[in-house]
C-alpha cells in the first residue's frame, strides 16, 4: 500500500474539485482502487504503488489543463483520464491558435494577420513592438499574450505600464489620491484583464502582486526577472523613458511596447520615445517591430472609416 499527499499549488482547488465536488468525484469513480481524500489544498491518495503513480501522473496532467484553459469539466476529466499518454498531450495542445479561454467561456486569440504575427514574434523574440492605430487590438493582444506565459508558468508575474500624460485635461484637477487621478489612464489595461481571468482571481493576483499595474515612471530603478511587461501607449513616452524601461529587462522576460504614432500627447515639441526607438531598434537580433493598420482594427465598422479619414488629412 502506497500513500502519497499532493498540494494543489498556481490554481483554486475549489475550480479543480468542481461544484459539488463532481470533479474529483468523477476520479475516484474512475479509480475505484484507490482511496482519495481531500482537504483544502491538499490532496491525499493512498492505493497500489503502480495506482497511484498512474494517478499521480493524471492529476499533474489534468492541474495543467485548468491552469492553461482556465476550465475544468466531468467531461474534461474523463478525457485525460482515459486517454493514453500521447492522447493527453494532444488533449493539452487543442485550441493552440487560442490565446487564453477567458469568462464565461470567451475565446480570445488573434483576429488579424498581424495580430497573428504578435503572437508568433513574440514566441521568438524577448522583445516585441506593436505599431498601429486605435483599435487594431494591440494592446489586448499583448495582454493575452502575457496571461497566457502566466498560466502556462513560464513566468512568475507581469507587469503593466503606461506613461502617465495628459490628452488635454488636467490631471491635478481630477478628483482622489494619486492612485485614483492614474486609474484612469490604466482603464484600458484593467479591462483586458477582467475579460481574460476571473475577478476573485485577478484580486487575488493583484494582492499578491503576481499582476502589477503601474505609471511608467515607477519603473525606474527595477530589474524585472522571470516576468512580461507591457508598456502600453509608448508614444507618450519620451527618449529617456523608453530607454530606462527597456533597459529594466532582467533573466527570463519578455517586454512588448504597444503605441500609435498618430496619437502623441507629449508637450511641446518634446520627441516620442517610440518613434526614435522604432528608428534605431531595427534589424537587432531578438527585437521585433509588428506593425497593424486599419486592416486589423475589430472596433465599429466606422472606426476604420475614421482613421482612413484623419490619415488622408494629414498626408495633405
Do not use: C, W
Amino acid at each position: 500500500m502506497s500513500e502519497k499527499v499532493i498540494k494543489i499549488e498556481s490554481i483554486d482547488p475549489l475550480e479543480f474539485y468542481g461544484a459539488s465536488e463532481a470533479n474529483i468525484n468523477r476520479i475516484r469513480e474512475l479509480f475505484p482502487a484507490v482511496k482519495i481524500i481531500t482537504r483544502g489544498d491538499t490532496i491525499k491518495i493512498a492505493g497500489t504503488e503502480e495506482e497511484t503513480e498512474i494517478l499521480i501522473e493524471k492529476l499533474e496532467t489534468l492541474f495543467d489543463f485548468l491552469q492553461k484553459f482556465g476550465r475544468l469539466t466531468e467531461t474534461d476529466v474523463e478525457k485525460i483520464v482515459l486517454s493514453t499518454a500521447q492522447q493527453s498531450k494532444e488533449v493539452m495542445v487543442q485550441g493552440e491558435n487560442i490565446l487564453v479561454h477567458g469568462k464565461n467561456g470567451m475565446l480570445i486569440k488573434a483576429r488579424s494577420a498581424n495580430q497573428q504575427k504578435m503572437v508568433d514574434s513574440f514566441v521568438d523574440n524577448d522583445l516585441l513592438f506593436a505599431i498601429g492605430p486605435a483599435g487594431s487590438g494591440k494592446t489586448y493582444t499583448a495582454v493575452a499574450l502575457a496571461v497566457r506565459a502566466l498560466k502556462n508558468r513560464e513566468i512568475r508575474r507581469i507587469i503593466l505600464t503606461r506613461p502617465a500624460v495628459e490628452a488635454g485635461e488636467s490631471l491635478g484637477f481630477l478628483p482622489g489620491d494619486m492612485k485614483e487621478k492614474l486609474d484612469p489612464y490604466l482603464q484600458p489595461l484593467y479591462d483586458a484583464l477582467n475579460d481574460m481571468i476571473p475577478s476573485h482571481k485577478l484580486a487575488k493576483y493583484m494582492e499578491e502582486r503576481t499582476i502589477q499595474i503601474a505609471p511608467l515612471a515607477y519603473m525606474r530603478g527595477r530589474t524585472l526577472d522571470h516576468a512580461v511587461a507591457i508598456l502600453d501607449e509608448a508614444q507618450n513616452s519620451t527618449i529617456p523613458q523608453l530607454k530606462m524601461f527597456l533597459t529594466r529587462m532582467g533573466r527570463n522576460s519578455k517586454f512588448i511596447v504597444t503605441g500609435d504614432v498618430t496619437q502623441i500627447d507629449l508637450p511641446g515639441r518634446t520627441p516620442s520615445g517610440l518613434l526614435h526607438a522604432q528608428r534605431i531598434l531595427t534589424d537587432i537580433e531578438g527585437i521585433s517591430i509588428v506593425n497593424l493598420d486599419e486592416s486589423d482594427i475589430i472596433r465599429h465598422r466606422l472606426v476604420i472609416k475614421i482613421v482612413k479619414a484623419y490619415q488622408k488629412h494629414e498626408n495633405e
